[in-house]
């Protein structure tokens, strides 16, 4: 795990080749998935951001996450306070399955990050939330409440994703007709 930290640590925030190399020749196991989760929690905010950029990278790959990892990850997103890191989970959880055991943290996290400072954020925290409402119904009234507050949104890019969450989840564009 030093090794890792020794590398997150090297990340600047704006170039990202110490990240890319980490993600690149790192192998995406299990023990080093937890020890990336393990590092999203450092007191360092880069160090933060670089762990989930690499398991967002990895993600993004097609690498599967336990439902063990899905839970830190939700957990992570309650906890953390920078974008960064706040937006690469929330991305990941787009896409995830989440255990039923989350799903209420996932709910109350998502809903409060979709009125993030960050347009970013706000963006894909509705995304995550349709996800959540997806395989989870009993979630969708509150995810159809989130989606009309967020469709004001000034920022095209919040319009833009609401828009996609309507037309890619049947059951809401049925209920927001």
Same mark, same amino acid.
């Given at each position: 795990?030093?090794?890792? #930290?020794?590398?997150?640590e090297?990340?600047? $925030?704006?170039?990202?080749?110490?990240?890319v190399? /980490?993600?690149?020749g790192?192998?995406?196991?299990?023990?080093?998935?937890?020890?990336?989760l393990? #590092?999203?929690e =450092?007191?360092q905010? /880069? @160090?933060?951001? $670089?762990?989930?950029?690499?398991?967002?990278? !990895?993600?993004?790959?097609?690498?599967?996450?336990?439902?063990?990892? +899905?839970?830190?990850?939700?957990?992570?997103?309650? &906890?953390?306070?920078? !974008?960064?890191?706040?937006l =690469? /989970?929330?991305?990941?959880?787009?896409? /995830?399955?989440?255990?039923?055991?989350?799903?209420?943290?996932?709910?109350?996290e998502?809903?409060? #990050?979709?009125?993030?400072?960050?347009?970013?954020?706000?963006?894909?925290?509705?995304?995550?939330?349709?996800?959540?409402?997806?395989?989870?119904?009993?979630?969708?009234?509150a995810a159809?409440? @989130?989606?009309?507050?967020?469709? &004001?949104?000034?920022?095209?890019? +919040?319009?833009?994703? @609401?828009?996609?969450?309507?037309?890619?989840?049947? !059951?809401?564009?049925?209920?927001?007709?």
């Amino acid at each position: 795990m030093q090794n890792l #930290l020794r590398i997150l640590e090297s990340f600047d $925030g704006k170039h990202a080749e110490p990240l890319v190399e /980490l993600a690149d020749g790192t192998p995406a196991s299990e023990a080093n998935i937890q020890k990336l989760l393990a #590092l999203a929690e =450092h007191d360092q905010a /880069l @160090v933060r951001a $670089g762990a989930t950029w690499v398991l967002k990278r !990895w993600h993004d790959r097609g690498v599967n996450f336990s439902a063990n990892a +899905v839970a830190t990850m939700v957990r992570l997103l309650g &906890q953390e306070t920078e !974008w960064g890191s706040q937006l =690469h /989970l929330v991305q990941m959880l787009t896409i /995830l399955e989440i255990p039923k055991a989350s799903a209420r943290k996932l709910k109350a996290e998502a809903a409060k #990050l979709a009125h993030s400072e960050n347009k970013f954020v706000r963006a894909w925290a509705t995304s995550a939330l349709a996800n959540l409402a997806d395989q989870h119904p009993a979630y969708r009234h509150a995810a159809l409440k @989130v989606f009309a507050e967020v469709e &004001q949104d000034a920022a095209a890019s +919040v319009k833009a994703r @609401v828009r996609k969450v309507l037309k890619q989840f049947h !059951w809401a564009r049925r209920e927001s007709e």
